[in-house]
């Protein structure tokens, strides 16, 4: 009789190199990076190439490209979710984001800069606030480890949105989709609405956590561990800093960077959640968070430039899921192309009225599959 050797799953998982995902298709973001260093030194049309990158090709790209709604089986998500490649990218980008931010103090103190190319230079670094200052920081403050968190915190400062990380941990991800949200867009609500909107309540909703926190703890909330507190000081300091070295011409252009960086989280935040709602239950609470609660993007480009955060139903339906082993899950609702496609429909509302309001009805009439129907609620 022959002799039958059984492998051990675990080494199956470390020897088959076959089947290992491969993190460095993350470093396709770094591209923006690339553009952005032409064009903080660089004159002319090439101060625009990060913008047009971002804003022209690939929403282009993703019009004809189809979406890929795959998922790891459970061996790749296994060997991902233990590659220190991944985490190790995310690292990268925070000296790489000072040192661009750097580079753009410097390409400012040019003397003979037409007023279009300072613009597009302002507009290259907005868009590395937005979506690497905020989305990267996003990724990171999510996990437990307080190294990544300080990492995190280092990267929102540079948009001068700190408080984010208080208020989307502790505030959105618990009242996602319902009323008490300032950061999930009402049905009808226009962006330039909801940015105001949103903006404004986010950064008081993360003070009244931040003070909650203190009172919880025994402490005044002028306690110098009030986290609201530390960022107020720690981004006031940071802008003084750069008023005293570069100048306040600078520090005017950079405060515009960061708002649209801010302007570009806001803008995600409005496409993510658009017109869905949670139910709420006989006994006032809601039910939990699940997939259909967000809107998903499975196109490809858009999921890879901005660390997998278009997988956003499965992102709130387990939000200590790390961006490489996001899953795609069925009858979510579906964004009509990528993430920059579909910011860019959000800037003319007719249009997105047009093609979203349709989307959000049909969900209204779909039947819930038996993953979604739970009725566990976890909101007050």
């Not at 260093?37 to 790209?61: C, D, E, N, Y």
């Not at 490209?65 to 590659?83: Q, S, Y």
């Not at 910011?343 to 979203?356: E, H, K, S």
Request: glycine share 4%; hydrophobic share 45%; net charge neutral.
């Amino acid at each position: 009789m022959p002799e039958i050797s059984i492998q051990n799953p675990a080494e199956s998982l470390t020897c088959n190199q076959d089947m290992r995902p491969n993190a460095l298709k993350y470093l396709c973001p770094l591209m923006i990076y690339v553009f952005s260093a032409l064009a903080f030194t660089r004159p002319g049309w090439i101060t625009w190439s990060p913008v047009l990158f971002v804003w022209v090709f690939v929403p282009i790209l993703e019009l004809f490209l189809p979406a890929d709604d795959r998922n790891f089986n459970e061996a790749e998500e296994a060997l991902a979710k233990k590659d220190r490649l991944y985490d190790y990218l995310l690292y990268a980008i925070v000296p790489i984001q000072f040192a661009a931010l750097f580079l753009f103090f410097q390409s400012l103190q040019a003397t003979d800069m037409a007023w279009w190319e300072l613009t597009g230079r302002i507009m290259s670094m907005g868009l590395l606030c937005g979506t690497f200052g905020i989305n990267v920081a996003h990724e990171l403050g999510h996990r437990v480890n307080p190294v990544e968190q300080a990492m995190a915190k280092l990267l929102l400062l540079t948009s001068l949105y700190m408080h984010f990380f208080i208020e989307h941990n502790k505030g959105h991800h618990k009242h996602v989709a319902t009323p008490q949200d300032p950061s999930s867009a009402r049905y009808n609500e226009l962006l330039y609405l909801f940015l105001g909107r949103s903006v404004w309540y986010s950064y008081w909703s993360a003070w009244r956590i931040a003070n909650e926190d203190m009172r919880k703890s025994g402490r005044g909330i002028f306690h110098w561990k009030n986290e609201m507190l530390q960022a107020q000081i720690i981004q006031i300091s940071f802008v003084v800093g750069i008023f005293l070295f570069f100048g306040w011409l600078t520090t005017v252009y950079f405060l515009c960077a960061a708002i649209l960086g801010i302007s570009m989280l806001e803008t995600v935040n409005y496409i993510e959640h658009y017109g869905l709602q949670r139910r709420q239950l006989d006994n006032g609470k809601y039910e939990r968070t699940l997939p259909i609660h967000s809107w998903n993007s499975n196109h490809l480009v858009g999921r890879l430039m901005l660390f997998e955060l278009s997988r956003h139903s499965d992102h709130h339906y387990m939000a200590s899921r790390k961006y490489q082993i996001l899953r795609h899950h069925d009858d979510v609702p579906q964004l009509p192309t990528g993430y920059p496609g579909s910011m860019m429909l959000a800037l003319v509302p007719p249009a997105w009225f047009y093609v979203m309001n349709k989307r959000v009805e049909a969900l209204k009439t779909m039947p819930r599959s038996a993953e979604v129907a739970d009725d566990q609620y976890c909101v007050n």
